[in-house]
């Protein structure tokens, strides 16, 4: 099978779950992963494509944009498709797209994608549990809720569902810094960079994306850093509606 023909497909569960109500933010997100085939040096012959999950993302009603960290797809840009690898939005029961770069943010640590292939009727489908900017002010203690893809492939299922996780805000928010951050205490592992942090009393609203731990040491302490929504809001006005 060809390396193209890989575009949009997966072998995952695309059934529509048990019936259970989940936490709104869990099945809002989606997985970022890498589509790149393996070479076999033993054979010296390209082995086919493997799905390779490197952070996560979600879908705003807001512009219909799609949005996960910088840090997460930069590497595509720094090569071909053949040397990077095709970069693929799916998951969480939702088959697999080969999405592209719509609007960079490294001073922020945010990025807009946008699905190559997807038409309208998949677009209606993602908006149906996609979430909406907070614009609101945080307090410390403000009880949070996030979902995402920690440690990437490792704890995958049939369905490629996201991992949900608590915390609060730990930390007061200072306005007149840049960028503007927000501290969270809360689980926090690698693969999450991407994942929306709803208030669990608005869980349709996002007023972080998480980006990272400042170090090893804080992150193992369940403390994180969220980018804050006022700069998830100004990288939107920059989408074409």
Same mark, same amino acid.
């Given at each position: 099978?060809?390396? #193209?023909?890989?575009? &949009?497909?997966?072998?995952? !569960?695309?059934? @529509?779950?048990?019936?259970?109500?989940?936490?709104?933010?869990?099945? @809002?997100?989606?997985? +970022?992963?890498?589509?790149?085939? #393996? =070479?076999?040096?033993?054979?010296?012959?390209?082995?086919?494509?493997?799905?390779? $999950?490197?952070?996560?993302?979600?879908?705003?009603?807001?512009?219909?944009? =799609? +949005? /996960?960290?910088?840090?997460?797809?930069?590497?595509?840009?720094?090569? *071909?498709? /053949? @040397? +990077?690898?095709?970069?693929?939005?799916?998951? #969480?029961?939702?088959?697999?797209?080969?999405?592209? $770069?719509?609007?960079?943010?490294?001073?922020?640590?945010?990025?807009?994608?946008?699905?190559?292939?997807? !038409?309208?009727?998949?677009?209606?489908?993602?908006?149906?549990?996609?979430?909406?900017? @907070?614009?609101?002010?945080?307090? $410390?203690?403000?009880?949070?809720?996030?979902?995402? =893809?920690?440690?990437?492939?490792?704890?995958? #299922?049939?369905?490629?569902?996201?991992?949900?996780?608590?915390?609060?805000?730990?930390?007061?928010?200072?306005?007149? /810094?840049?960028?503007?951050?927000?501290?969270?205490?809360?689980?926090?592992?690698?693969?999450?960079? &991407?994942?929306?942090?709803?208030?669990?009393?608005? *869980?349709?609203?996002?007023?972080?994306?998480?980006?990272?731990?400042?170090?090893?040491?804080?992150?193992?302490?369940?403390?994180?850093? &969220?980018?804050?929504?006022?700069?998830?809001?100004?990288?939107?006005?920059?989408?074409?509606?």
């Amino acid at each position: 099978m060809g390396y #193209n023909s890989y575009v &949009g497909e997966s072998d995952i !569960d695309q059934g @529509a779950g048990s019936g259970v109500p989940y936490p709104y933010v869990y099945g @809002a997100v989606r997985a +970022v992963g890498v589509m790149k085939p #393996n =070479f076999d040096a033993r054979t010296g012959q390209f082995m086919p494509p493997q799905l390779k $999950i490197v952070g996560t993302g979600f879908w705003l009603r807001d512009r219909r944009a =799609f +949005v /996960t960290c910088a840090h997460v797809v930069e590497k595509f840009l720094r090569g *071909p498709i /053949t @040397a +990077v690898g095709m970069l693929m939005v799916g998951g #969480n029961g939702v088959r697999y797209q080969q999405a592209g $770069i719509a609007i960079l943010d490294s001073v922020h640590d945010l990025a807009i994608l946008r699905m190559l292939r997807a !038409d309208s009727p998949f677009l209606d489908a993602q908006m149906e549990n996609a979430l909406s900017v @907070a614009e609101r002010d945080l307090q $410390i203690g403000d009880e949070v809720c996030y979902a995402g =893809f920690p440690f990437g492939d490792q704890l995958l #299922n049939s369905k490629h569902s996201p991992t949900y996780s608590e915390g609060v805000i730990g930390s007061e928010i200072l306005e007149d /810094t840049e960028p503007k951050l927000i501290q969270i205490t809360g689980a926090i592992a690698g693969g999450y960079s &991407g994942a929306p942090v709803v208030l669990k009393s608005a *869980p349709e609203r996002v007023v972080a994306v998480v980006s990272n731990s400042p170090s090893k040491e804080v992150g193992d302490a369940s403390i994180f850093r &969220g980018i804050h929504w006022k700069h998830v809001k100004a990288l939107l006005d920059l989408v074409q509606s």
